[in-house]
């Protein structure tokens, strides 16, 4: 199985580090991408709602919700640095081919929804700050689809520094709107000790909690906190876990901090002059001038909102790469795979915009939190199972005591969100002119989830796997073979990529030779390590490669073919001729997936510049 952002894996190395501080300050930087989850757009409303309409009185809200996020992504962070999986591949481990579909369409349902509020809430931003129109900052941020990859291909330090700067312009704009709104402590402090004013507050406080724990974050930290190289012992896992979790616990307080202060804004502002039904940031944003007496306080509010937008959609279309090669084991062109992320929340924000105009932003706000609800029980339940299971975790799964407490928090998360989508549904159902085609769509769609969900929760309970995490990788070494009498070439050369498109060349090879001729088995290492190192390069994926080349190799022996091998490295296209020229071969045999036009941007184009480069034959095998 390939690693979990493999352009990145391990590239941060945390030792020989002279001092504590240093090892720390090597460790620290995941937590704070996934930090931005917590203060994205989608919880502006809530904390803008629970400050306007109810003062100080929920702050205590946030402190616990953010005690749970704390928890479960130490999880998360636990799963990636024991096992070195992230919580997409440990599910694609664990379940069957078709569980595994239907959790992978969800969580990129998720990551769309996500990428919904958070391409509006940047847009929002753009709109307040310098007035374009939405439609327009929706269009723009498909701009940072490129940034993304122009800082990944900068290295994973270069897009921690870029994120952490963001958080800093959040939390610097949120320290002069305090300033602005002096605050009263006294009740700021009475508002962290737990109570419920109402029926309402109960409403809001349900929203808080419900929107506190991104499902992406979960599938983001358990990558993420694998880009640190460290030493594999017991002691050194130990290490790595104890820096990961003081990395998570600093940048979620100031998450923490973050959605705490607008909170607080809201009720130094809105609440004490007696506006007690702002919600929507447009609304927010234009009253703070006329109440703080300085034009500072809603532009500060605006730019804060434009870096929690810009930050939460870096991370979250980079959690959309990992989803899908984690559950799907596809790996295709990053700068594709960002373009579709994005475009999946443009489109649908770019139509209802056009159709309905700019004030239904806040309904679409609230409908892609309702999205996210139906997944977060899929990204949590298994994550629990997973860091609760003493063979994958090999001897560092957690205690009973937190076992329980995750538990508490997943049926409180979880069951709040069921509430929340039930709630939705059922207003729908109310205020539909066809109830009858919801009756038939989107009620057996959410049963059918909530099936699901029961079968994810007890599963584990009843089938304990005999096994650690189990590769289901694609590689296939069961391979038929056949004999043919007329042969002609001597010197053959064929490439094998260790899928089912091996079986077909090979054996279009052996009609040239046959036992006679002499063959070169080629297969190129792609990594990012690769292009950078080349022969110089010893990760796991070239590791791999190697002791599937010697079997391939070995097989082949014993059945009477005479067969050397050839490791290359970098872009297929271009190593594949150097060993070629190299070499005295009569023909080169190539096998294809079959695909063609849009799949060859996808998935990129080998043969068409590989045989311009060669001044022998080219065999083309179509699957």
Known sequence: ???????????????????????????LGPAYLISVGYMDPGNWATDLAGGSQFGYSLLWVLLMSNIMALLLQSLSARLGIVTQRDLAQASRETYSKYINYILYFLAEIAIAACDLAEVLGMAIG???????????????????????????????????????????????????EMLFAQPEIAKVATGLIPSI????????????????VMPHNLYLHSSLVQTRKFDRSKEGI????????????????????????????????????????????????????????????????????????????????????IIMEGYLNLRIQPWIRRIITRLIAIVPAVVVISVFGESVTGKMLILSQVILSLQLGFAIIPLIHFVSDKEKMKGFEISKPIQIASWI?????????????????????????????????????????????????????????????????????HLKFEEKDIYKKKNIAVTVDFSDADENALNHAFELGGLEANYTLIHIVETIGAIMYGKNIEDHETQIDRELLSKYQEMLTEKGFNVDTQLGYGKPYKAIPKIINAGNFDILVMGTHGHRGLSDLLFGTTVDNLRHEISIPLFIIKK
């Open 1 to 27: 199985m390939s690693k979990s952002l493999e352009e990145v894996h391990e590239s941060v190395s945390t030792q020989n580090k002279s001092s504590w501080i240093k090892r720390i300050f090597a460790f």
């Open 126 to 176: 753009l709109n307040l700050l310098f007035g374009i129109s939405l439609i327009e900052g929706v269009i723009i941020t498909v701009l940072d689809t490129f940034l993304l990859l122009f800082l990944i291909n900068k290295g994973i330090r270069k897009m921690e520094a870029f994120i952490i700067a963001l958080v800093a312009i959040i939390g610097i704009s949120f320290v002069f």
């Open 197 to 212: 004013p109402s029926d309402a507050a109960l409403y809001i406080a349900i929203g808080i909690i419900g929107a506190t």
């Open 238 to 321: 130990k290490q790595a876990l104890k820096y990961n979790f003081i990395d998570s616990t600093i940048a979620l307080n100031l998450a923490f901090f973050v959605n705490a202060a607008i909170l607080i804004l809201a009720a130094a502002t809105f609440y004490k002059n007696g506006m007690y039904d702002i919600a929507e940031i447009q609304d927010a944003h234009q009253l703070l001038a006329p109440i703080l007496g300085t034009k500072w306080a809603p532009a500060l509010f605006a730019i804060a909102l434009i870096a929690a937008g810009q930050s939460s959609t870096i991370t979250g279309t980079l959690a959309g790469q």
């Open 409 to 477: 928090i997943a049926v409180i998360i979880v069951g709040l969100n069921a509430k929340l989508v039930f709630n939705e549904i059922q207003n729908w159902l109310q205020t539909a002119s066809n109830p009858t085609l919801l009756w038939i769509t989107v009620v057996p769609t959410a049963i059918g989830f909530g099936i699901l969900l029961l079968y994810i929760i007890f599963k584990p309970f009843f089938s304990k796997q005999t096994s650690a995490l189990k590769n289901h990788s694609p590689h296939n070494l």
